[in-house]
């Protein structure tokens, strides 16, 4: 019933839209990503990270010596894209990478563990400003209806 609820909403905010590809899923796809990478890097920016960075710092400090390839899982990456980041929070002393064997483990520095707290304050603080703007059962079920489209369009 809710999900039905939901999307006559959403069909009605489509009527209401100011572009011709509203009923466009890629483009209302990367128009609500723009925005939200504009909302998340103001949040994160009171850790002196981007929003990126910021996940990529609490998915290491969540798991030390974590792998970069399940980085790249869980931040729906491309493993080149996630050996970039971590080289640069390497560089910024944020991160360090430990070698063993063919592998490679990705831990945090103190630099980074002391950051950790401040960034999941901002999370909780991104969370807070779009459940303000959408209510927070709508955004939650945005989320988990996104969650499953990706699912299935991989």
């Known amino acids: 019933m809710y999900v039905q609820t939901f999307v006559i909403y959403l069909l009605h905010q489509m009527?209401?839209?100011k572009s011709k590809y509203c009923g466009c899923l890629y483009y209302s796809a990367?128009?609500?990503?723009?925005i939200m990478t504009?909302?998340?890097?103001?949040?994160?920016?009171?850790t002196g990270l981007t929003s990126s960075y910021a996940f990529l710092l609490m998915?290491?400090?969540e798991k030390p010596g974590i792998q970069p390839k399940e980085i790249s899982h869980h931040m729906q990456?491309?493993?080149?894209?996630?050996?970039?980041?971590?080289?640069?929070?390497?560089?910024?002393?944020?991160?360090?990478r430990e070698h063993i064997g063919r592998t490679t483990a990705v831990y945090p520095t103190q630099?980074?563990?002391d950051l950790h707290p401040k960034i999941k304050e901002a999370w909780k603080k991104l969370y807070q400003r779009y459940s303000n703007i959408l209510g927070?059962?709508?955004?939650?079920?945005?989320?988990?209806?996104?969650?499953?489209?990706?699912e299935r369009l991989e």
């Not at 504009?38 to 009171?46: I, L």
């Not at 990456?77 to 360090?96: A, C, D, H």
């Not at 939650?140 to 209806?145: A, G, I, N, S, V």
């Open 30 to 34: 990367n128009a609500l990503a723009r």
């Open 15 to 17: 009527e209401n839209c």
């Open 59 to 61: 998915t290491v400090c």
């Open 136 to 150: 927070k059962t709508e955004g939650d079920k945005l989320t988990e209806l996104i969650n499953e489209a990706n």
């Open 38 to 46: 504009k909302m998340a890097d103001e949040e994160f920016a009171t």
């Open 77 to 96: 990456l491309t493993p080149s894209t996630v050996t970039r980041l971590i080289e640069k929070m390497e560089y910024r002393g944020y991160l360090k």
């Open 111 to 113: 630099l980074g563990e």
